[in-house]
């Protein structure tokens, strides 16, 4: 049976595209989504793709991939530097979290530099583009392999 993952988006990233392409690039999150799904079969992973601007259904879908996935890719946009909720979800689950950036958050405002994800995340990949989803799932591949 191959391995579930869900790819989850948090605010603003169904804009990607129109939104500061100088920084987000300019795919769309369908591109992405259609890159995820096609690498995630390359690896034997199914890729379960969302988007939400809404900070609760992303903890709702953290606790629904801890029922029906073996990990989650997450670019919870704005939500990494903010939400508790987000980092007591991901420490409640018994699921790999790896959290990831189309952006390097490190080289830009300095209130993208602190992510209140990442203690509780796998680890973290930013500043890579679209090849960050990429990135994450490989890193996921790997994981979900260990914990078999
Ligand atoms: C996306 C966002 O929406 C920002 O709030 C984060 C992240 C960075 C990204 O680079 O994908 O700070």
Redesign the pocket.
Known sequence: MPSTIFVLNG???NALGKREPGI?GGKTLADIEAMCIAHGKSLGLEVVFRQTNHEGVLVDWFHEAAEKAQGIAV?A??Y??TSVALHDATRAIGIPVVEL???N?HAREEF?HKSLLAPAAKGVI?GFGPDSYILALNALKTLTQQTK
């Open positions: 605010p603003n990233l987000y670019n946009g704005a990494t530097h950036h189309l952006s958050v993208r930013c």
